[in-house]
């Protein structure tokens, strides 16, 4: 369906309509019905306690009866519906035997809230990890007042604090390969923007935009990290130096006032590099949470609150 006429389409079935999503609840049973493609839609009732093996033969029944699939999937009894603008009542007609099904059987809607955990019932139901659930609206309140509260603490310093460290902890199996191989392994890097993001979060670092600045900043820094230690090495035997204090820091203070050590190790670490940044899109939906996203993903399912008929 196109999605002026999805829109129209669940609105006239009392539900309400957010992009390719309808939700809302078919006699007190939430469901949640997501514009798969062309005419295609997939229709989730979420269930509480129910073993599938319990429902299953009468759900494929009469799934046979209109030539339709039905599957279980997270808590979740799927319904793929080929449905055209005009077949409002055939699918209202299907709907409405799916909810007999469980009437016969004994399945009461949803009621314990999949946020707290915990009784009394929960008084709505939300679009929450991808299916219409039971919630207390007291429990996304305070989910939001937190992400709030989130938002106002953390400390700058203990993040980069954190950053430093998290990415010492993340560069750990590269510098393991330098000293056991006497080579990096370029899918390594992966590892090292996430590490650096837990670190700014476990010091209590700052959950904004700041951790993402971090993240990439200290991720491609890493390179640099790994690579000049090889370089002092290599000068140290290069000119036979005995390895004490001064000698190193001799290298150290030379290599790094020289330009051309720099444009080398750029050079020699593109590879690296091409790793890092490829961790670092890999590894995007964890490093761009922040607690602005959280709050704005908090909002998003405070929107799709529908009352809960008892």
């Known amino acids: 369906m196109q999605p002026g006429e999805f829109q129209k389409f669940m609105e006239d079935q009392g539900l309400q309509v957010k992009q390719k999503i309808a939700y809302g609840n078919i006699q007190g049973y939430p469901v949640l019905i997501y514009n798969k493609w062309g005419n295609r839609v997939l229709v989730s ?9 319990e429902i299953r033969e009468k759900m494929v029944s009469y799934a046979k009866t209109y030539k339709i699939k039905v599957y279980y ?7 793929s519906i080929h449905i055209t603008s005009k077949e409002s009542y055939r699918f209202s007609e299907i709907l409405d035997g799916v909810v007999r099904i469980f009437k016969r059987k004994k399945i009461k809607s949803p009621h314990t809230c999949v946020i707290c955990k915990e009784e009394p019932k929960a008084d709505s139901f939300a679009v929450l990890q991808g299916a219409n659930r039971p919630v207390h609206r007291s429990c996304l309140q305070k989910m939001l007042e937190q992400a709030r509260e989130d938002m106002q603490s953390g400390s700058y310093l203990l993040g980069i604090l954190g950053g430093i460290l998290g990415c010492i902890f993340g560069c750990m199996p590269c510098a393991l390969s330098l000293l056991l191989a006497k080579k990096t392994f370029c899918v390594l890097f992966l590892c090292i923007p996430p590490g650096v993001y837990a670190g700014c979060k476990w010091c209590k670092g700052k959950m904004n935009q700041f951790v993402i600045l971090l993240s990439v900043l200290f991720s491609f820094a890493s390179v640099y990290i790994l690579e000049f230690p090889l370089r002092i ?4 035997e290069l000119n036979q130096f005995p390895h004490t204090p001064y000698y190193y820091w001799t290298v150290i203070r030379l290599l790094v006032t020289n330009p051309e050590t720099w444009y080398t190790i750029t050079q020699s670490v593109s590879v690296n590099v091409l790793f890092v940044l490829l961790g670092i899109l890999i590894n995007w ?20 609150e529908n009352s809960r008929r008892f």
């Open 285 to 304: 939906e964890i490093i761009s949470h922040t607690s602005i996203e959280a709050e704005r993903n908090i909002v998003e399912v405070i929107n799709t």
């Open 45 to 53: 009732f979420f269930l509480e306690g129910v073993a599938w093996s």
């Open 233 to 236: 090495q290599y000068n140290m």
């Open 73 to 79: 999937e997270d808590n979740q009894v799927v319904w």
